[in-house]
């Protein structure tokens, strides 16, 4: 039980308190109620629809369908494809987008951030130089290169993102673990015999994370954009995959007939990125230290 | 009455300067300190006399590039710190010196429960299995007066006192040799510096740690230390046990200048007297005594001529021109 025990009900009450300060906050909530629904329906889609024998039907009277029509809520594009169950399938591309771009960001902007704060001097200079590089580059652009480089799909434009990412992570880590790595509590471990290593991961970088989580939220939102925009410019998912941006693309040709082809992708989009940035607003209150207690 | 006892640490003619673009600093000059196991030493003296200075440099913490151990040895047990390795540093602190800090509100950190802190130590130095920890972290608490479900409580659920408990926990968990408390109960409460005063005291006695207690209260130093040692402008100017430095009549001007500043419960109301003047500037080296500025008794030669150190008798050592004569009689 010992130390197992004490760890759990660690991590218990200190969620306890974010979250009680994150539940007063009536529109991340919100946002927090949207993100699971997108999560949840996306994930379990399978288990609802069989994309290739529900969604795809050959069959030119099918085609354009209006929102309403029975059997076809969203309705139906050019192709006669269920616009609902490719709105479904195409929220498993964006979430996976936002999560994985904002995990990779974090990760390697913490390591480098944390690497040229703590240290400083000579190792600082390089490293933010470099940053400087990649932030000094239009993130969008930036990613487009990467991916003219690379070529498509779905790694390449995780790759894209993250690293235009990467940068602005490291510079509020570095600049929140120059402040921590002169508090006192820092210096005390040190008088106790701790390392470099065991100080920047034990000590510097949990009090750091609050604002890093923050960003995190605001990344996820930013990436599906980006991705979408990337999709758009024919650079990201291209068809058939169902993708919100690469549907927004293909609906453009018909948006004065069927205008739908182009707001509801619209929509999924703008809603998904508005749920990230409301949880993102309620994180930061609910994880501002000043407000413990 | 110290010379049966064994030397703990040595510290021969100290120097440390701090460099700074602007300036070099003379922090600590020429220091000479022994401390005996078992043995308080109160290190006394204003803001900015070089006490905390003193402490990191035993710690071979002093800022990286800024500060400087310029000349001197400081000798603990059998290991040189002047010439330790940094690895060598860290299986040092913390198992065999450990230090209390001045303010228990920021020397923990706020995220981590205090059980996990006093842990952390423990695990520095050597002890990984669960069990041991969690029960060595119990017994830490009960120790120090904090019943031990409280380990899994955060710093800012604790008072000052509490924390500053933690800290103690924290300073004693390796049963260290050495300790440096660094006004350890300048930002607690009266009532409260009381109590830690005495559970140091209660601590030290048990596991005969010697302790290096930084302060510029006298009243605490009277309460726990054996001797003292007064410092200013990073030199001691004085040194004898507490009964030396409180009874004897001969002392050093700035020791009766600082009596002077504390008010009396015996002699009745009357002006606190200060000492006229400020400490010199650290910039400046001092071809004499540094307090000569400020000093009612100054000579010329006092300005010229570092003075020496006189025995005044059992090991209490002046370091002023004034006792000159004395000793030759």
Known sequence: ?293 | MNENKEKLLEIRDLSVTYITDDATLYAVNGLNLDLFRGETLGLVGETGAGKTTTATAVMKLLPERVGKITSGDIKFDDVDITKASEAEMRALRGRRISMIFQDPMTCLNPVLTVGDQIAEVLETHGIHEKEALSKRVDELLNLVGIPSERKKDYPHQFSGGMKQRVGIAIALACEPELILADEPTTALDVTIQAQVLALMKELRDKFNTAMLLITHDLGVVAEVCDSVAIMYAGEIIEYGSVEQIFYNDDHHPYTKGLFGSIPSMSEGQRRLRPIDGLMPDPSIQMPGCPFADRCPNRSDRCVEEKPAVHDMGGGHMVKCHLFDKKEAE
């Open chain 1, 1 to 293: 039980m010992a130390s197992n025990g004490t760890e759990n009900v660690k991590r218990r009450s200190q969620l306890a308190s974010v979250v009680r300060r994150f539940m007063k906050n009536r529109l991340s909530v919100l946002g927090l109620v949207i993100l699971l629904f997108l999560m949840i329906t996306s994930l379990s889609a399978d288990l609802f629809f069989d994309y290739n024998t529900q969604c795809i039907a050959l069959n030119a009277q099918e085609t354009f369908k209006l929102p309403g029509t029975p059997g076809h809520i969203f309705g139906t594009d050019q192709y006669g494809r269920d616009m609902f169950i490719r709105i479904i399938y195409g929220g498993r591309i964006s979430l996976v987008v936002g999560f994985v771009t904002a995990g990779f960001a974090l990760f390697f902007g913490t390591l480098i951030g944390a690497t040229a704060g703590y240290f400083g001097g000579r190792i600082d200079n390089v490293l933010m130089r470099i940053m400087d590089v990649f932030l000094a580059i239009p993130s969008m652009l930036l990613a487009i290169c990467i991916v003219a480089a690379l070529g498509g799909g779905l790694g390449n434009l995780l790759l894209a993102n993250g690293i235009s990412q990467v940068p602005r992570y490291a510079r509020i880590v570095r600049s929140s673990v120059m402040g921590l790595k002169n508090a006192e509590f820092v210096e005390a471990s040190r008088c106790y015999g701790a390392d470099h290593t065991h100080i920047i991961f034990r000590h510097i970088i949990p009090n750091a994370m609050g604002s890093l989580i923050v960003q995190a939220t605001l990344t996820m939102a930013s990436s599906i954009l980006s991705v979408a925009s990337l999709s758009f410019l024919g650079l990201g998912i291209t068809p058939p995959t169902p993708e919100w941006g690469s549907m927004l693309s293909t609906g453009k040709e018909f948006m004065r007939q069927y205008p739908h082809l182009i707001t509801i992708p619209g929509l999924a989009i703008a809603t998904s990125v508005l749920s990230f940035n409301l949880i993102g607003d309620g994180l930061r209150d609910a994880l501002d230290p000043r407000l413990k207690n």
